[in-house]
């Protein structure tokens, strides 16, 4: 799953929408009909892209020889993208949500056409960050829109929408993805989805812009890019992408920038998310970092199960997909579970179970190291995971809504989608430099080998330097979720 997940992102409330269409119209009547379809589309491109992307990753490492790279081909997309939010909700604010969307998936497809194509593991890198900056205007500039578009009646039946547009991508995404790579080759994953951004931009663009376009009252002056935030975004993307560096050039000469990422970003967190973050302060402050812990720790070890399956094992792309493929239908029953009104009193405990649950599958993924131990382990222990992460993810936004003001609503969900980003930045980067610094770059030259020996794999131990570091994150967040109230 994403950390730029749609599922699941929260922005600054806008002013109310005027109800469209006629009374008791649904978002599939005439007046939302070309809309909805066009944003769902949007958000089902870009669940594919994330499933079928992950499927494909580890075969285009190794082709590029840049599996000790592997972790800043994840971590450079949340890193621009911390940015691009930042950037699409003053921009979205100023002159509307359809400037923001547009460019974002003119960068978004220009992205995958640049790591389609590219000829080194940097240039490919370089088009995840062009892709992330295109994701991060785009998923704000989409709940700009609902909070334009649609009124207040109509707005949990397009969220729905959203969150179901994942189910089937999580399925069918890594099948399609790893056919594709097998039989066509793994470029053909990035640059054939690029062609799919015509239909929805075609459809939701013009409904856009009859609906939601210009700033939100005309009649007000034009509000004043927040110039202080936009530099700390920055702060914090720099600094983020310095450090992801550093850990992949494990020199002496790596702690200069080591030092300057460090300088950048903290002093720029601290500046964007809520006083006692990072100390696990009771009330909203445990609950921005409880995100953080779980979705970085998550996203951190999914990034590099594939990776394990094809590398250790021996799984072929589209089975090495397929194992994380039940964790969407889970994730999804996690969160259907935790919205039930009997779940609300138990709310709190819920949530260190769900983290629990995260530990225990990040913990047992690497079991199937040992080659007596069967693949499917890992299918099982994702599947659990999920359901956690379905648990915490969702739990998290609704205690957050429950700990704010109403005027602190944008800047609290602001804070915990940084929160989200940035804990996969750093912690993809601390996996990936431990991966690399255990012979984790010589995984690729090797795996052909260890496929025909049996599935034993040349370098367990730099998986293991990911996976179980992980595993005591998210079990630290069982800890800080028995702090989520004041």
Request: net charge positive.
């Amino acid at each position: 799953m994403s950390a730029l997940d749609p599922r699941d992102t929260d922005v600054a409330p806008a002013p109310p929408a005027p109800a469209a269409g006629t009374p008791g119209g649904g978002v599939l009547d005439r007046a939302h009909r070309a809309l909805s379809i066009g944003i769902v589309s949007v958000v089902l491109l870009i669940a594919f892209e994330a499933t079928a992307v992950g499927t494909a990753m580890p075969v285009a490492a190794r082709e590029l020889n840049g599996v000790s790279l592997y972790a800043f081909a994840f971590s450079a997309y949340f890193t621009t993208s911390l940015f691009a939010m930042v950037l699409s909700g003053q921009w979205s604010d100023r002159s509307g949500p359809l400037a923001p969307l547009a460019a974002g998936m003119s960068a978004f497809a220009a992205g995958l056409l640049l790591s389609g194509t590219a000829g080194t593991m940097w240039l490919f890198i370089v088009g995840r960050a062009v892709q992330g900056l295109g994701g991060g205007l785009v998923i704000v500039a989409l709940y700009v829109v609902v909070s334009r578009a649609y009124s207040e009646a109509l707005r949990p039946a397009i969220m729905a929408a959203f969150a179901a547009s994942w189910v089937v991508p999580s399925v069918v995404g890594p099948l399609a993805s790893g056919t594709i790579t097998e039989h066509l080759g793994w470029r053909w994953v990035f640059v054939g989805i690029p062609a799919l951004v015509v239909f929805p931009l075609a459809l939701a663009l013009p409904a856009i812009r009859r609906t939601a376009s210009g700033p939100a009252d005309p009649t007000a002056p034009l509000p004043p890019y927040d110039r202080r935030r936009i530099r700390l975004a920055l702060g914090i993307s720099l600094g983020a992408g310095l450090l992801q560096y550093a850990g992949q050039d494990l020199r002496w000469l790596s702690l200069l920038p080591a030092a300057a990422g460090a300088a950048l970003l903290v002093p720029s967190a601290l500046g964007l998310l809520p006083k006692g973050t990072f100390r696990a302060a009771r009330g909203l402050p445990a609950v921005v970092l409880l995100r953080g812990i779980a979705a970085g720790s998550f996203i951190a070890a999914e990034s590099f199960v594939p990776l394990m399956l094809v590398t250790e094992r021996g799984l072929s792309p589209t089975l090495a997909g397929l194992s994380l493929a039940v964790g969407g239908l889970t994730w999804a029953l996690g969160s259907y579970l935790q919205a039930r009104p009997w779940m609300e009193p138990y709310r709190d405990r819920t949530l260190v179970a769900g983290m629990i649950l995260v530990a225990a599958a990040i913990a047992g993924a690497p079991s199937v190291l040992i080659p007596s131990v069967p693949a499917w382990t890992v299918a099982v222990a994702w599947a659990f995971g999920c359901l956690g992460m379905g648990v915490v993810i969702a739990s998290t936004s609704v205690l957050l809504l429950e700990l704010s003001a109403p005027e602190e609503a944008g800047a609290n969900s602001a804070a915990l989608q940084i929160s989200d980003g940035l804990s996969n930045v750093l912690l993809l980067a601390a996996g990936g430099a431990a991966f690399a610094a255990l012979g984790g770059g010589l995984v690729g030259a090797t795996a052909h080998g260890a496929a025909a020996a049996g599935g034993a794999g040349s370098h367990p131990t730099a998986f293991a330097a990911v996976f179980l570091p992980m595993a005591a994150v998210a079990a630290a967040g069982a800890w800080v979720a028995t702090r989520l109230r004041a």
